[in-house]
């Protein structure tokens, strides 16, 4: 069946520094990969994708490439603002477009 | 343009009662899902409606059920509500029909508390 694991939180960083939330997924057929992200006090929201194997979704600085091989989709980005605090998750749509799955979520901090 | 709207924003239930939830799509948009976040979880998906038919359903049982209106709004019904249903329910739409790339626009959830 499909799944998703994400990196366990919380994850504090310093203003500046190098994010990397790991994921990976089990998947039937050929899923699409999503990081979502909650800002406090709003709604989940999208923010990048990749739809096939080595594609690399990119939106904020954020970026994340869809590694086939490895079943992964881990998130980084080169130098992290006050601003990123939020939480993210990893989700994986099945190739139908029917199911959807969704990691536990990531609590990112970022201290000035 | 409206984003998706859900109500009420928050309820509080006994156990054994039932629950209607209601969501409203962003304009133009044809397919609902939804889903329920336990607290410190990732949302679990419940169900998606497309053209007013249950399209794709996750690992809930069948007190579970859903509607969708020709105006593409939806509703979430749960029978028999167990202490384990408190939880957030979310709503979200795309505008397109179901298809593995399709972007999710969510609302800001129902929070619904079982007793």
């Known amino acids: 069946g499909n799944s998703v694991t994400q990196m366990e939180g919380p994850v504090t960083l310093s203003e500046e520094a190098f994010l990397t939330i790991n994921c990976t997924y089990t998947?039937?057929?050929?899923?699409?990969l999503f990081w979502y992200v909650q800002y406090p006090g709003e709604g989940l929201q999208l923010l990048l994708k990749?739809?096939?194997?080595?594609d690399k979704g990119s939106n904020k600085g954020f970026e994340a490439t869809y590694r086939k091989e490895t079943t992964s989709f881990h998130l980084e980005k080169g130098s992290v603002q006050v601003s990123d605090s939020a939480v993210y998750f990893c989700?994986?749509?099945?190739?139908?477009?029917?199911?959807?799955?969704f990691g536990t979520g990531t609590s990112l901090t970022v201290i000035p | 343009e409206t984003g998706v709207t859900q109500s009420p924003t928050h309820l509080i239930k006994t156990r054994g009662q039932q629950v209607t939830l209601r969501c409203s799509s962003q304009?133009?948009?044809?397919?609902v899902s939804w889903y329920q976040q336990a607290l410190g979880q990732g949302p679990q998906f419940i169900f998606q409606y497309y053209r007013e038919e249950e399209n794709g359903r996750g690992n809930f049982p069948p007190r579970f059920s859903g509607l969708q209106f020709p105006n593409y709004s939806s509703e979430l019904n749960v029978n028999a509500l167990e202490l384990d249903d408190s939880a957030l329910y979310l709503c979200?739409?795309?505008?397109?029909?179901?298809?593995?790339?399709?972007?999710?626009?969510f609302g800001p959830g129902t929070r619904l508390t079982v007793l």
């Open positions: 989700a994986l749509s099945s190739n139908t477009g029917n199911q959807f799955y």
């Open positions: 304009s133009g948009h044809n397919t």
């Open positions: 979200a739409s795309t505008p397109r029909a179901p298809g593995s790339y399709n972007e999710q626009f």
């Open positions: 998947a039937t057929g050929y899923p699409s």
């Open positions: 990749a739809t096939k194997a080595d």
